[in-house]
């Protein structure tokens, strides 16, 4: 069993590999199927079934089981936290736990009378015919990364435990350079622990350190990111990555709002008098902001954390008005330039920010 007991990105390849499976003595079966069924919290959430023409061994990819464990994730506890800070300006954090799954092994074959039989391929003594089967992350690992991990037994988030990936475990934010953010930004890292994730936002006052990290904490292995305040007001955006981390960035505002409107026009017949008369009816809809911004100045290496990470991340909120807000975040072009050898210029990435919740 291919990573029996270990911990998985959901939305990474997961493996499992069925062996030594039986098929009566002698098989006289063509119809030899294997069903697996992935189970969490006694609730079937996968079930796969494949012929194998008679092998004893077959593997099953379970990722599409484990993301719909976390499609329904809330992030309103992350938001809280972040939130918190803001209003208080004091350190937050929040946890959030792993989810286990299960795993259910049947085979199916015709006896010599064309009559079907199930059976369990695994059954303790007590009648139990779970196996353990792990625990799964929200988010994902990125090939490239799968493949810096040379022990197979290895590529699971187990292997990014306490090793002090810049930020954390779980980010993704580049560690060559520091992260520029506002004076009246807050920041975050996030680490992965035995059995969940912890995220801790720091506020805005100074850069945090790793002794800051209350006693109540301790065990806590995570680092603070490396941090440069700047005094040019930034707007905050938490936003989830691709290891489903609710991460911080702050972008420069540039100087320009726009409302977008929707008018549709209705023909109305009246009569006021002895002969009718039509006018028209405009009615407006929509009304939603939306901004311009700018990620600022950045390193090669930070320009493509915000193209990759932030702009194609799933789900953004911008705080606004005091409030984590909703956002939907479009690059301002379909191609961005973050590096030409023939311009002698650091990138900036623009992109625009509309409101989701307006209209």
């Given at each position: 069993?291919?990573?029996?007991?270990?911990?998985?990105f959901?939305?990474?390849p997961?493996v499992?590999?069925?062996?030594?499976?039986?098929?009566?003595?002698p098989?006289?079966?063509?119809?030899?199927?294997?069903?697996l069924?992935?189970?969490?919290?006694?609730?079937?959430?996968g079930?796969?079934?494949?012929?194998?023409g008679?092998?004893?061994?077959?593997?099953?990819d379970?990722?599409?089981a484990?993301?719909?464990?976390?499609?329904?994730?809330?992030?309103?506890?992350?938001?809280?936290a972040?939130?918190?800070?803001?209003?208080?300006?004091?350190?937050?954090?929040?946890?959030?736990?792993?989810?286990?799954?299960?795993?259910?092994?049947?085979?199916?074959?015709?006896d010599?009378e064309d009559?079907?039989?199930?059976?369990?391929?695994?059954?303790?003594?007590?009648?139990n015919?779970?196996?353990?089967?792990?625990?799964?992350?929200?988010?994902?690992?990125?090939?490239?990364?799968?493949?810096?991990?040379?022990?197979?037994?290895?590529?699971?988030?187990?292997?990014?435990?306490h090793?002090?990936?810049r930020?954390?475990?779980?980010?993704?934010?580049?560690?060559?350079?520091?992260?520029?953010?506002?004076?009246?930004?807050?920041?975050?890292?996030?680490?992965m622990?035995?059995?969940?994730?912890k995220?801790?936002?720091?506020?805005?006052?100074?850069t945090?350190?790793?002794?800051?990290?209350p006693?109540?904490?301790?065990?806590?292995?995570?680092?603070?990111?490396?941090v440069?305040?700047?005094?040019?007001?930034?707007?905050?955006?938490?936003?989830?990555n691709?290891?489903?981390?609710?991460e911080?960035?702050?972008?420069l505002?540039?100087?320009?709002?726009n409302i977008?409107?929707?008018?549709?026009?209705?023909?109305?017949?009246?009569?006021?008098?002895f002969?009718?008369?039509?006018?028209?009816?405009?009615?407006?809809?929509?009304?939603?902001?939306?901004?311009t911004?700018s990620?600022?100045?950045?390193?090669?290496e930070?320009?493509?954390?915000?193209?990759?990470?932030?702009?194609?991340?799933?789900?953004w909120?911008m705080?606004?008005?005091?409030?984590?807000?909703?956002?939907i975040?479009?690059?301002?072009?379909?191609?961005?330039?973050?590096?030409d050898r023939?311009?002698?210029?650091?990138?900036?990435i623009?992109?625009?920010?509309?409101?989701?919740?307006?209209?």
């Amino acid at each position: 069993m291919f990573g029996s007991g270990k911990t998985y990105f959901a939305d990474s390849p997961v493996v499992i590999d069925i062996s030594g499976l039986y098929w009566g003595d002698p098989v006289t079966s063509p119809f030899t199927v294997v069903r697996l069924e992935v189970v969490y919290q006694d609730s079937v959430i996968g079930n796969f079934r494949a012929d194998t023409g008679g092998q004893t061994s077959i593997s099953f990819d379970i990722q599409s089981a484990l993301r719909a464990i976390w499609s329904l994730y809330p992030f309103e506890g992350e938001l809280a936290a972040a939130q918190t800070v803001v209003s208080t300006g004091v350190s937050q954090s929040y946890s959030r736990q792993m989810r286990s799954y299960k795993l259910r092994v049947y085979t199916e074959y015709l006896d010599s009378e064309d009559k079907v039989y199930t059976v369990t391929q695994y059954e303790d003594a007590q009648g139990n015919k779970d196996i353990p089967g792990g625990q799964c992350l929200i988010g994902a690992m990125t090939e490239w990364e799968r493949s810096l991990i040379t022990s197979e037994g290895d590529r699971d988030v187990s292997h990014f435990e306490h090793t002090n990936v810049r930020n954390g475990d779980a980010s993704t934010k580049p560690h060559g350079s520091p992260e520029r953010v506002g004076s009246t930004s807050i920041t975050s890292w996030v680490d992965m622990q035995q059995g969940f994730t912890k995220s801790i936002f720091y506020p805005y006052t100074a850069t945090p350190q790793p002794d800051d990290v209350p006693s109540s904490q301790s065990g806590w292995t995570g680092h603070a990111p490396i941090v440069l305040r700047d005094s040019i007001p930034y707007t905050d955006f938490l936003f989830k990555n691709r290891r489903g981390a609710v991460e911080t960035c702050s972008a420069l505002m540039e100087e320009g709002m726009n409302i977008e409107m929707e008018t549709e026009k209705y023909t109305l017949t009246e009569r006021p008098k002895f002969n009718p008369t039509r006018t028209l009816m405009a009615i407006a809809s929509g009304g939603r902001r939306s901004w311009t911004m700018s990620s600022g100045i950045q390193t090669r290496e930070w320009a493509e954390w915000w193209v990759m990470e932030f702009l194609m991340a799933e789900k953004w909120w911008m705080l606004y008005n005091g409030a984590y807000t909703p956002v939907i975040v479009e690059p301002s072009r379909k191609s961005l330039g973050i590096y030409d050898r023939s311009k002698q210029a650091a990138p900036s990435i623009e992109f625009t920010v509309t409101l989701a919740l307006e209209g």
